[in-house]
């Protein structure tokens, strides 16, 4: 397969194909959006600065994927992700978190990519320099310094390394030095570091750094602390910053859920002026600004930005104009079908169906599927989206605990078990479906319910 950051759009599309059923549209714009980025990294440097990014604003009902397009691409093309609800934001001077927090998070999550992978090139070289560290935590340089000490102290380490290497001393105590933050208390009760500048978060650290701590933990856990100490020697921090500042810049993915519930009218008073805020606040961070974070300086010019919202009472267009103008791309998701529902069951990599396979053969307890449970399941989660409130494929999780709530529950007294699950034992163990949706979750009763008529 090629590199993730050039893959084709129909590719892209394939990748998704494995983890989301249905909504091709919404696959092919996000593709697309991708495939431009990798097309603007070709361009000469004059004109590439002046490519903006197409964002897209998806609107369709809960649970038919929106979100999980977002992420799963993000991760195929290795992107720095973040998920936001707009309800979360409120304009400057409200109470609520700041709209530029957004980008933080999305300078922390690219740092954290840099890391794990400068830490896949620096693990062999940590894992040495832990393993010396943790065999003079097992055995102290001895204070005398003749020859005799020496060489019966060389013996009895290589002794001690090959008990190592064998596994053998996992579970003897060591004691390690660790490095733990001092966080001032009471200061901060009411308001989280997110909603702080970068500037006052850095005096923060300057006014408590970290101090070093003796713990006494087992080989396994000092192995893993001291391999975490190699790597931040090893890592050079500041050149993983940079980079992490410029994937940010470059390939950063902003993912706005719930977009439609901050529209609202110009004229209007109270909780209205606050959403009509969140708008102008976000405006800037499309458009393109520069956002301190205590890392430095970050660029949202080149940064995607997909929302997404159900717009059942309103639409796209009831966003403020200049707002709407930076989401050129729209895309609406269909309803789920019912033989969506069935595929969704089956097909996927991470179907439904195989993960509650997976789970009770951890109890030894074998699970087989018949087609017509698979169909019955399906037919079940439409009809209830269709008589109570429409959750998408949501409604499958429910319909698939409830199915497997007995089994789940005496699957550890039951190992080697095994059941062949199929329409009828589907039918029967959710008979008890009610369609009084204030008195269940889901639409399951909790308890004695009436049947369905």
């Known amino acids: 397969m090629p590199s993730k950051i050039d893959l084709t759009p129909s590719e892209i599309v ?28 070709q361009l000469a440097d004059d004109i590439r600065e002046e490519v903006a990014p197409k964002n897209i604003i998806m609107s369709g009902p809960t649970g038919v994927g929106k979100t999980e397009i977002a992420r ?30 957004m980008v933080r998070d999305l300078v922390e999550r690219a740092i954290q990519m840099e890391r794990e992978e ?149 004229a209007a008073m109270g909780a209205e002026v606050s959403r009509e805020g969140v708008q102008r606040d976000l405006l800037p961070l499309v458009e393109g600004t520069t956002v301190n974070t205590r890392h430095g300086q970050v660029k949202t010019d080149h940064i995607l930005f997909v929302a997404a919202g159900a717009f059942s009472r309103n639409k796209p267009a009831d966003l403020m104009p200049e707002l709407q103008g930076r989401f050129p791309i729209r895309v609406k998701l269909k309803d789920l079908t019912e033989d969506d529902f069935r595929r969704i069951l089956t097909e996927p990599n991470n179907a439904l169906t195989v993960q509650q396979v997976a789970l009770l053969k951890t109890e030894g307890v074998e699970i087989e599927f018949a087609d017509d449970a698979v169909a019955e399941m399906a037919a079940k989660a439409f009809e209830l989206n ?44 959710l008979r008890k479906v009610t369609q009084d949706e204030d008195l269940n979750i889901f639409g399951f009763a909790a308890g004695t319910s009436q049947k369905k008529n």
């Open 72 to 101: 799963r691409l993000a991760g195929l093309v290795g992107a720095p992700f973040v998920k936001v609800e707009a309800t979360k934001f409120t304009e400057v001077g409200y109470v609520g978190r700041d709209v530029e927090s």
């Open 386 to 429: 269709r008589s109570l409130q429409n959750i998408g494929a949501r409604r499958l999780y429910a319909v698939m605990e409830k199915v497997f709530e007995q089994i789940s529950f005496d699957a550890p007294d039951k190992s080697q078990a095994k059941y062949i699950i199929d329409a009828a034992y589907v039918r029967e163990h």
């Open 118 to 266: 400068q830490s896949v090139l620096w693990s062999a070289q940590a894992a040495g320099h832990a393993e010396e560290r943790l065999l003079d935590c097992l055995l102290p340089v001895p204070v005398a310094q003749d020859p005799v000490t020496q060489d019966r102290h060389k013996r009895t380490r290589e002794k001690l390394r090959e008990q190592l290497l064998a596994g053998n001393l996992e579970d003897r105590e060591v004691e390690v030095s660790v490095q733990e933050k001092s966080m001032p208390v009471g200061i901060l009760s009411n308001v989280g570091l997110d909603q702080m500048g970068p500037e006052m978060e850095n005096m923060f650290e300057k006014l408590m750094p970290s101090r070093s701590a003796a713990r006494r933990v087992n080989v396994t856990q000092a192995r893993q602390i001291l391999h975490e100490q190699e790597l931040d020697k090893l890592i050079d921090q500041q050149k993983m910053i940079d980079a992490a500042l410029k994937r940010t810049e470059q390939s950063g993915m902003v993912f706005i859920d719930e977009i439609d519930k901050v529209c609202g009218a110009a």
């Open 14 to 41: 394939a990748e998704l194909d494995k983890y989301i059923i249905g909504q091709a549209d919404a696959k092919r714009a996000v593709a697309i959006a991708m495939r431009n980025r990798y097309r603007r990294q």
